[in-house]
C-alpha cells in the first residue's frame, strides 16, 4: 500500500537482509511477543475498562423497558422492544432521512471545495504559508463557539450576514432556511481538514507520471483526471471516509445552532439521541438509538475498507 | 443593598424571635449546592446569602451551577449512585416525579426548621408552591422560585390605540394586538417561538385559559388534542401566521431572547414569566424601562377564566445528604421571609404571600401583585417523570403549527398519538 | 519550456486569479471569527448598533470582566491540565501499541486493530451515562482525572490509526540492524524508532489536544465548579438574565479559542506530514 515511488528504492536493501533475517528470526520471536504484549496490552485494558464497560451496558439498556422512576437503571427485559418503537417513531425515521441527507450534503460540498482549496494550496507561490495557516482556522476552533460565531452572524436584526444582503430573514426560525445554515457552518469548519489531508496527498505524489503524462502532449484537464486523481485515490478514501463518519455524529453544531428544531427540521441522530437521553431520561431508548447509529456507521466503515482493499489488490 | 432594605433586614431579622441554636452535628468545612446556571434570580443566593452563611456557621456554601441538561444529567446520576456529594439540591417543578423519592421528607425538615425559627410562617408560602412542592402527597421541597405566566404589555402604547386597560378575552386581545402592530420596527406580541423549552410556558397560558388540559397521568386518557386545546394552540398560530402580528425572529426566541426583544422594544405585549418584567423595566438595560404593566392573562370569553402556569424551583436535602442538619440551615435562611424580600429586588420571584403583596414591591416592581393572584389559581408544570418525553412531542407539533406547516388541528392530533406510544411505553394507564 | 514571453504574462495572471481565488476563501473562513473578535472589543452599547459599527475605539473592558473572575482562570488552569494530560496519556499508551501493530503479527492483529477503529465511530453520547456511574463508583465522578480517561478513550484509537500508518511507512532496516546489533526491542523503539516519528506523533497530539480542548459534554457532566474546563465555563456566559452577555461570551469564546490556534500554527507543518503518511495508511 505504499506509494508508488517508495517501491522502486526497496529491492535491492531487502535482498541482503533475507539471510539473516532467518537467523535471528527465532529468537527474536519471543523477544517480538514479549514487546508487543506489553505495549499493546495498556491500550486495551484502558479502553476495555473506560469504553467497552459503558457500551456493554448501553447495549444491554437497549434491551430494558423504560424506568420512570429508576434514576439510570433500565426496567425489566423486554427484548428487540425499544428497536420496535424507534422504527414506528416518525421523528426518528425522518431524523434518519435528515442525517442521510445532511450527511452527504456536507461531505460532498467538504471534499470538492477541500479539493479545490489543496490543488491551489499545492502551487508553488510565495506567501503560500500564510494563506495556508490562515485557511486552516476554522478547523481550530472549538466547535461550540464556532457555531456561536456564526449564531452571531446570522442574528435577523444585528448579525452582519443580513446587515450584507440588506434583508431581515430569520436564518434559524425556518426549517429550509435552518438547515441550510448548519450545512454551511459544517462546511465552513470541516473543509480545512479535508483540505490538509489531500494537500499531504497531492504533496507526496511522484512527479514522473505528470511529466510522463505532459510529454505525451496530454493538457491540464486530462494530466488531471487520469493521472492526479487515480494517484491521490488512497487520500480522497480516507478523507471521504472521516468525514462521513463525523458528519454522520455532529452534535456541536446543531445543539448550539437550532437544538433540532425548527418543527425538527435539524433533527440529526446524535441530537434525537442526546434529547432522548438526556432531556426525555429514556435511557433505554437513548442506547438503541445509539446502537443503530453505531451498526450504520460499522457498516459504513466496513464498506470503505473492503473499498480499499479490493482496489489494493488490483 | 439600598439602605432602606438594610434597615428592614436587620429589623426583620431582630423581630424573628430568639432563634433555637443549631444542633451540633460535625461541621463540614463544605456544602455543595447543585442547581442550574440559567437566569440571575440565584445572584442572592450566591452573592448574599451563602456569605452570610458562612459569615454564621464559618461553613463556606460552594454554588455548582450547570446548564440545565448538564444539571439533570448530573442530578440524575447522584440520586441513582445514592451520593452523599450533593448537600443542597435544588429542583424544579418538572423533575418532581423522579426527585421527589430521593427526597426527605419536607415536612419533617419544616418541623426542624420551625424549631428554630418559629417566624418562619410556612402558611406565608402561597397554595400553588406548596402544592408544586409536593408530588404523590410527600412534600419534597421548600419553594425558593415561583413563576407564572402574566400578561406584560406597554401601557402608553395601548392606550394611544384606545385600549385603556389591558385586553381581559381573547377577542379583546385580538382587536388590540391589530390596532398597535406597527412593523417592522414594533409588533404586537411577543413570545417564545423556538422549538425548545420556551414552547409549553407560550402555550400554556392560553391553553389553560381557554379551558383545556394535557392529560391524565394516571388514567392515561390524553385531552392534548379536544376542541378547547385546538382553539388555544389556533388562536396563538393565527397571531404568528396570520395575521402577522409577531416579531419574524420569534421562530428563535427562548427566556433570554423575549426579554431581550421587550428590552428593544420590539413589542407591545407578551404572555412571559413574571420577574422578567423587571429587567424590561430595567432603565439601564432597557430602551422601554419603566413602560411595562402587568395584568393575569386574558380569559378565553371572560376575564374570570384567565388561568396559566405555575412553575417553579425548590431547594431540597437528599436522603443522602451528609450535613443535613447544616444544609436545613442553608435552607431556612434562603427562604425566610427577609432574604426572600430582599431576593425579589435582585430578580427572584418568591411563593412568599407576604412578600409579594408587600406594598413597596408593588409598588417598585409591579408585577408581584399579578404575580400572586395567577399563581392561586395557577397550574404546576406536570411532574410526572414521563413529561419531559410528552413535552418534547408537544414542542414539535407547537413548532409546526407556528411554522404554518400544520393547522393546530393536525398537529395535536399528532401529538396525542405520539402521547399514545409514549404511555404505553411508560406503562400508563390503560395498557 | 516551449514559449517564454507569452507565457510569463499568463503566468502572472494565473497566480493573479489563484491568489485572489484563495484570499476571497481566507476572508470567508476568518470572518465569522474576527468579526466575534470585534464584538467582543465592542462595549454593550456598541453591539447594538443598526447598522453595524466597523471603526470604533475598541475596547478590553470585556476580557478584563472574564479574566477576572477567578473561576474563568480557574477554568482555563483545568482544561489545561486536563487536554495535557490526556496528550499524554493517549500518546504514551497509543505510541507504542501502534508501532506493536505495525511491526509485529500477532495473533488477532487485524481483528485487535479492526475493534480499535469501531470504538473510534460511536457516537459518544451513547457511554456518557455509563460512565459517570462508573467513575461515581470509583469515586473519581468530579474529578479532573475522570474527564482525562474519558478524552484517553477517544483519543487512543486516533493515535493507534494515525501513527501505525506512520510506522508502516518507517523502512524497517533501521531497526532490525539494532536488534541485530544486540539492542533491544525497547532500546531500539526508544532511541531509534520515537525520534523518525516525531513529525508523526505532533500531529497525533495536535488532533488529540482539539479533542480534549474542545469537548463540551463530557466535561459538563463529569466536572463540577472546581474542576470545569473552559467550555463548559463559557457556556455558562449564554445564560444572562440581562438578555445575553454578549460582551462575556464573545470575549470568553475568543480566549477558549486563542491556545490552541496559536499552538497548531506553531505545529502546523508536522500537522500535514504527520497527516498525509498517518492517514492514508490502513
Known sequence: MVVSGREVARPAVVSVRTAERGAWALRGFSLDRA?????????????????????????????????????????????????????????????LGITFGYTAASVAAQMMLGLAIA????????????????????????????????????????????????????WLGMPATALLSVWVVSVWQSTPYVALILLAGLRSLPSEPLEAAAIDGANRRQSFWHVTLPLL???????????????????????????????????????????????????????AASWIMLLISMITCLFFIATIRRRDAN | MSTLNRRRLLMAAAAGGVMMPILAQNKPDKLVYLGDNQGGWKRTLTEEVGPAFEKETGIKVEFTLLPPDAWLARLKAEMGAGSSGVDITQWSVGMGGWVSPHMLDHNEVLARITARDPGFDWNDFLAGSKLAASYDGKLSGIPYRITTGILVFQKALLAKAGFAVAPGTFAQFHKAALAVNAPPDRYAFGLMG??????????????????????????????????????????????????????????????????????????????????????????????????????????????????????????????????????????????????????????????????????????????????????????????????????????????ETLQGQKTAKQALDAVAADWQRTLRRAGIGRA | MAMVVGSRRRRRLQAGLVYTALIALAVIFLFPVLWVLGLSLKTRLQVFADPPLFIWWPTLENYIDVLGRSDFLLAFVNTLVVAGSAVTLSLCVGVPA?????????????????????????????????????????GLATTRLSVVLAYSTFALPLVVWLMRGFFEDLPKELEESAWIDGAGRYRAFVHIVLPLAK?????????????????FLFAAVLTNNATQTLPVKMMSFSAGDSGVDWGGLTASGMLVILPVIIFSFAAQRYLVAGLSSGAVKG
Open chain 1, 233 to 287: 485515490r488512497p487520500y480522497l478514501l480516507v478523507a471521504l471516509l472521516l468525514r462521513v463518519i463525523f458528519e454522520f455524529r455532529a452534535f456541536d453544531n446543531i445543539y448550539a445552532l437550532t437544538g433540532g428544531g425548527p418543527a425538527n427540521a435539524t433533527m440529526v441522530l446524535s441530537m434525537f439521541t442526546y434529547l432522548t437521553s438526556f432531556v426525555r431520561f429514556d435511557f433505554s431508548l437513548g442506547a
Open chain 3, 199 to 215: 513529525p508523526g506523533m505532533v500531529a497525533a497530539g495536535i488532533l488529540c489536544l482539539q479533542l480534549a480542548w474542545n469537548d
Open chain 1, 35 to 95: 514487546f508487543t504484549a506489553i505495549a499493546v496490552l495498556p491500550t486495551f485494558v484502558v479502553m476495555l475498562c473506560i469504553f467497552g464497560i459503558p457500551l456493554l451496558f448501553s447495549l444491554y439498556l437497549s434491551f430494558t423497558g423504560w424506568a420512570l422512576d429508576q434514576a439510570l437503571m433500565g426496567g425489566e427485559f423486554v427484548g428487540l422492544a425499544n428497536y420496535e418503537d424507534l422504527m414506528n417513531d416518525p421523528v426518528f425515521i425522518g431524523s
Open chain 2, 194 to 399: 423556538k422549538q425548545g423549552p420556551g414552547l409549553y410556558p407560550s402555550l400554556a397560558s392560553w391553553l389553560y385559559s381557554a379551558g383545556g388540559r394535557l392529560l391524565d397521568f394516571k388514567t392515561g386518557e390524553i385531552f392534548i388534542n379536544d376542541d378547547k386545546a385546538v382553539t388555544a394552540l389556533q388562536f396563538m398560530a393565527d397571531l404568528v401566521v396570520k395575521d402577522k402580528l409577531t416579531p419574524p425572529e420569534v421562530t428563535t426566541w427562548e427566556f433570554d431572547d423575549i426579554t431581550a426583544g421587550g428590552q428593544r422594544d420590539r413589542y407591545v405585549m407578551a404572555q412571559t414569566f413574571a420577574p422578567y418584567m423587571t429587567l424590561m423595566n430595567d432603565p439601564v438595560l432597557s430602551k422601554t424601562g419603566g413602560n411595562w404593566f402587568a395584568d393575569t392573562v386574558p380569559g378565553y370569553t371572560d376575564k374570570s377564566q384567565s388561568r396559566t402556569w405555575v412553575d417553579g424551583h425548590f431547594l431540597a436535602v437528599s436522603k443522602y445528604a451528609k450535613n443535613a442538619d447544616w444544609s436545613i440551615e442553608f435552607i431556612r435562611m434562603a427562604c425566610s421571609k427577609e432574604w426572600q424580600l430582599r431576593s425579589m429586588e435582585r430578580g427572584n420571584a418568591p411563593p412568599r404571600g407576604s412578600v409579594l403583596n408587600d406594598p413597596a414591591m408593588a409598588e417598585k416592581l409591579g408585577w408581584p401583585p399579578t404575580a400572586a393572584r395567577a399563581i392561586e389559581t395557577g397550574v404546576p408544570t406536570p411532574a410526572h417523570p414521563a413529561w419531559s418525553t410528552l413535552e418534547l412531542a408537544l414542542r414539535t407539533g407547537v413548532s
Open chain 3, 98 to 138: 501502534a508501532y506493536a501493530f505495525a511491526r509485529f503479527p500477532f495473533t488477532g492483529r487485524s481483528f485487535l486493530f479492526f475493534a480499535l477503529l469501531v470504538m473510534r465511530m460511536l457516537p459518544p453520547i451513547a457511554v456518557l451515562v455509563p460512565m459517570y456511574v462508573l467513575f461515581s463508583k470509583l
Open chain 1, 119 to 170: 490543488l491551489l494550496l499545492n502551487i508553488d507561490l510565495p506567501y503560500m504559508r500564510v494563506l495556508r495557516t490562515a485557511l486552516v482556522v476554522p478547523m481550530m476552533i472549538t466547535p461550540i463557539v464556532g457555531a456561536l460565531c456564526w449564531k452571531l452572524l446570522l442574528e435577523p436584526s444585528l448579525g452582519f450576514f443580513n446587515y450584507l444582503i440588506g434583508q431581515k430573514i430569520v
